[in-house]
C-alpha cells in the first residue's frame, strides 16, 4: 500500500511545503521506496512508493498528462482491457503498460467525475483539476482502501493514513468523545456512523463516497449504490454454472497477477485454498507468471489447530513454497 496525502486551502491561500512534508514522512513508513512532494499555489499532493504491481515498478507520483490536472493514488483498477477499450471509444490513448493512475487521469479526462462509476478494483485517490480549481477525491466501491480526510477552517487536508493526518500542525489530536464512547461500548467505532473515527477533526469516506471540493466548499457524495435486485442468470445445465463461476474466477485472479511475485495467506479452509488451487493453474494454462509464495501460521500449544497441516498439504500439491508464521513464540 503506498501512501498518498492532500492539501487544499479553500480560500486560496498558498500550501506550505513544510507541514504537508511532514505527512509525507509519516507515510514513508508505508511507502518505504521513496517519496514525493508537489505544491501549486493553494493545492499540494504528496505520495509515498511501494510498488506492487509490474506496472508501478518506475512509476513517479504525484503524476499529471497535462500539466494541468494531477493525481496521487492508492490504486489497483481491475479490468484493465475493458476500460482501455472504452477510453479509446472515447478519443483518449491509454496504454496497458503504464501505471494505473494513468488510467484514472484518462478515465477522468474522458468522463470527469462520472469516470467513478467506470472504475473497479481497489483504489483511493486525490485528483487536483487546475483548469477547474477543484479537487476530487474517492474510495473505491468496497472500501478496500481507505481516504481519511480533516476540514480545519479553510485547510482541506487528506490521506489514507489517518495518523498521517495528525503529523499536520494544523489538525488537532482531541478524541471524539463519540467515537471513543462508540468504541467501548459496541467494539468498533464504525457501527452508528461508518464516517466518523476516535479523532474528532478527522473522518473518512465510506465505501463508494468521493468528495469535492472548491472555493465554494467540500461536498462528500455516494458515487456508487450496490444493486438490489439482479436479474437472475439461467442455465439450463449445471456445467454452464460452473463455467460461468471459474470463468469470474479466473478473471478476478488474472487482475491480481500483475506482479513479479504474489504472495498467498494460506490457510485449511476453502477460501485460500481456492484461490491458491486457481492461481497455479492460471500461471500453468498460461505458460508464465509471477513467482508464488504462501503464508500461513502454525500453532502448536496456543490454539492449537490443523491449518498449518492442511496448509502444508495443499502447498506440497501445488508445489507452493510455504512459510510459517511461529505463533507460539
Known sequence: ???????????????????????????????????????????????????TTCESLGEVQPSTLDGEVWITADARVDGRSELSDALRAAGRTPSLDRPDAELILHAYAAWGDACLERLIGDYSFILWDGGQRRLLAARDRFAMRSLYYAQVG??????????????????????????????????????????ITAYAAIRKLRPAECLVASAAGVQVRRYWECPLEVAPFRYRRTEEVVERFNGLFTRAIQDRMRAPRVVIAL????????????????????????????????????????EAALATRLARALDIPLHYLEMDT
Not at 511532514?22 to 499555489?41: E, I
Not at 492460471?282 to 501460521?297: M, S, Y
Request: charged share 15%.
Open 154 to 195: 479553510s485547510t482541506l487536508l487528506l490521506s489514507n493514513w489517518h495518523e498521517a493526518l495528525l503529523a499536520h500542525p494544523a489538525v488537532p489530536g482531541d478524541w471524539s468523545e463519540f467515537g471513543v464512547g462508540s468504541f467501548l461500548a459496541l467494539g468498533s467505532v464504525n457501527f452508528l456512523d461508518p464516517s
Open 267 to 306: 490457510s485449511g479452509g476453502m477460501d485460500s485454498t481456492s484461490v491458491a488451487a486457481m492461481t497455479m493453474r492460471v500461471i500453468r494454462t498460461q505458460g508464465h507468471g509471477p513467482k508464488v509464495v504462501a503464508l500461513t501460521q502454525r500453532h502448536e500449544q496456543v490454539n492449537r489447530t490443523e
Open 1 to 51: 500500500m503506498s501512501g498518498i496525502a492532500g492539501e487544499f486551502h479553500l480560500d486560496g491561500s498558498p500550501v506550505a511545503r513544510e507541514p504537508l512534508e511532514k505527512v509525507v514522512k509519516f507515510l514513508g513508513r508505508v511507502g518505504p521506496a521513496g517519496s514525493d512532494l508537489w505544491v501549486n499555489g493553494p493545492v499540494g499532493l504528496g505520495h509515498t512508493r511501494f510498488p
